[in-house]
């Protein structure tokens, strides 16, 4: 693992990828409006860069974009990979583990998820706090490598206060909704029955969707700061659940991607 890390790293660095200062994974249905704010922009595409992955799933479009966004040098990930594509935990969390030797020092992350908070409604952006790991495997497993982190890594705060409260203030002056809830991650790729619904809601969590974690598990494990905003693309009421159509999913994060886009624009340059 620690080749791979170090030969994608290399590459990226010799192609003008140099010491980013903010990393950013753009989720389902997101990063069409937030790429247009990176300045001075190079591209590469997932398949060119040495042990990347290539996502698989159609809406997500498979590159690494580098350039500035209010004076910081940003490295954004426009389209992320799932464990239900087929890939080990490892290679899904490779992005994040380049981002940090190149020299990221906060990552930002979106997703689309499915809101089972009652009093929220889809279209609606979630700030998570916390997170529950129902995923069947773990990016941390296997042999540690210290160099990159410790072998059991603390996960009292997976994502950063500091970032949280900038998130909410800046929210706040925006007059923009950001609900503060905990996030739940399931394998996937098929969405929840409604009596896996009740049970994802009984045990603490107000969204749930099929990313994320393993990025958090990652950052922490390198003591890389992150956050994360879910965008809440359809309404879980187990008593009233009506059939999920993915194009409305992503058409409902697409209407989102505004306000988020504004968010972590706002936030990137407190940073």
Same mark, same amino acid.
């Given at each position: ?10 590459? =990226? ?21 937030? &790429? ?43 389209? @992320? ?14 992005? &994040? @583990? ?41 990016? =941390? ?8 982190? !410790? ?6 705060? !997976? ?20 609900? &503060? ?12 029955? @409604? ?29 890389? !700061? ?38 972590? &624009? ?6």
């Amino acid at each position: 693992m620690l080749h791979e890390i170090k030969e994608a790293t290399d590459y =990226l660095k010799k192609h003008g990828f140099d010491n980013p200062e903010v990393g950013v994974i753009l989720g389902t249905g997101l990063g069409n409006l937030f &790429v247009k704010e990176i300045k001075n922009a190079i591209e590469i595409n997932y398949n060119s860069i040495p042990h990347f992955p290539v996502s698989t799933v159609e809406f997500h479009r498979g590159k690494l974009i580098y350039g500035e966004i209010k004076g910081k040098k940003v490295l954004a990930m426009q389209g @992320r990979f799932h464990y239900y594509e087929g890939y080990n935990m490892q290679k899904i969390t490779l992005p &994040v @583990r380049v981002m940090k030797m190149l020299g990221i020092q906060h990552l930002l992350i979106s997703n689309a998820a499915g809101n089972m908070n009652l009093k929220w409604k889809k279209g609606q952006l979630m700030l998570i706090d916390d997170h529950i790991n129902l995923q069947s495997d773990n990016p =941390l497993r296997g042999e540690n490598f210290e160099v990159l982190g !410790p072998r059991f890594p603390d996960m009292s705060e !997976p994502y950063s206060k500091k970032m949280n409260k900038l998130l909410i203030r800046i929210a706040k002056e925006k007059k923009i909704k950001l609900n &503060v809830g905990v996030y739940v991650a399931v394998i996937g790729p098929n969405l929840e029955t @409604r009596a896996e619904y009740r049970f994802l809601n009984r045990i603490g969590a107000d969204a749930v969707g099929m990313s994320t974690v393993p990025e958090v598990l990652v950052a922490n494990h390198m003591g890389l !700061p992150c956050c994360a905003i879910s965008v809440l693309t359809d309404d879980c009421d187990p008593d009233n659940l009506k059939p999920a159509v993915i194009s409305e999913i992503i058409a409902i994060a697409g209407k989102a991607e505004a306000k988020l886009t504004e968010l972590y &624009v706002a936030l990137i340059g407190k940073l």
